[in-house]
């Protein structure tokens, strides 16, 4: 019976997002999940709105277990700590991030690679680190970005992504050979 658990589980996490319903998190519109998410124990506490992109390894925790050291005593008897997580809409998680209970990412956010999100993030802010700080707001991002693009060719890319990026890229950075 375990060895059959384990195979449908491998075949329903194939469709990620398919999976994360399946297990209880509330998934909006339009999503998109780059590997699969590790959604904890409680996945049930978990929303992720329209319009998120997850990369790959997001960290899902819903509960602190740090009270197994007390919960024990008669003072702080049966003492549990969980709390939902919230990602908004418009969002963009970063690949390795760990998002822990009771906080919320704001819409139109950005949480940054390997950042550790210890309090909620507001609307149109860009975070990262450990713990996860403000950066920038995404509009600064988004000039940023702009300010730096790449010259690429889009029907190059749409042709043969792989050609073009190592075209755009050995022509930007010297040091790739």
């Not at 690429?152 to 050979?177: G, S």
């Amino acid at each position: 019976m375990r060895l059959i658990r384990k195979i449908t589980e491998k075949i329903d996490r194939r469709n990620p997002i398919k999976y994360a319903r399946k297990i209880g998190v509330k998934v909006g519109k339009e999503c998109r999940f780059t590997g699969n998410p590790r959604w904890g124990s409680e996945p049930w506490l978990i929303q992720v709105e329209n319009h998120v992109l997850l990369s790959a390894e997001v960290n899902f925790v819903t509960h602190d277990a740090g009270t197994f050291l007390f919960r024990d005593t008669e003072e702080y008897k049966d003492v549990f700590k969980f709390a939902p997580i919230v990602i908004h809409d418009n969002c963009f998680i970063g690949m390795r991030s760990t998002l822990l209970p009771g906080i919320e990412i704001g819409p139109n956010s950005v949480v940054a690679a390997g950042s550790v999100v210890t309090h909620s993030v507001p609307p149109g802010e860009v975070w990262g680190g450990v713990p996860a700080h403000f950066i920038e707001t995404t509009k600064e991002y988004a000039d940023k970005c702009k300010e730096t693009k790449l010259p690429y060719d889009i029907q190059a890319y749409n042709t043969d992504m792989k050609a073009e990026l190592l075209r755009v890229t050995h022509q930007a950075y010297k040091f790739f050979k």
